[in-house]
């Protein structure tokens, strides 16, 4: 019974809540500004129960070659990656028309 999801009630390999989530997502990209000039790009907007945000970092970070963490449910890269974060998270099946840069 472990191998049902117990959000759609398919098999796991069946399930696609996911991406569908992955669909609907407004997601915010942002650089700020931290201690000594420092950058880092502030991904926002991913809903934690439908998405494994932690798994999203993981990506980015080995996609973008730079350190990171999640916080709160805040993806945040070292560094200014705005428009490289953009396309890697379309190419993680984003919808792009819902991603936004400012």
Do not use: W
């Not at 494994?52 to 980015?60: F, S």
């Not at 890697?88 to 028309?97: C, D, R």
């Amino acid at each position: 019974m472990n191998d049902v999801c117990p959000k759609c009630g398919l098999k796991k390999e069946l399930c696609v809540c996911e991406t569908i989530a992955k669909e609907e997502q407004e997601i915010r990209i942002r650089v700020v500004k931290r201690k000594f000039g420092k950058e880092i790009t502030l991904v926002e907007g991913l809903d934690e129960s439908y998405i494994q945000v932690k798994e999203v970092a993981k990506k980015l970070k080995s996609k973008l070659a730079c350190g990171g963490t999640v916080k709160k449910g805040v993806i945040e890269l070292q560094g200014n990656h705005s428009t490289k974060t953009k396309e890697a998270l379309i190419n993680l099946g984003f919808n792009p028309k819902a991603i936004e840069i400012g």
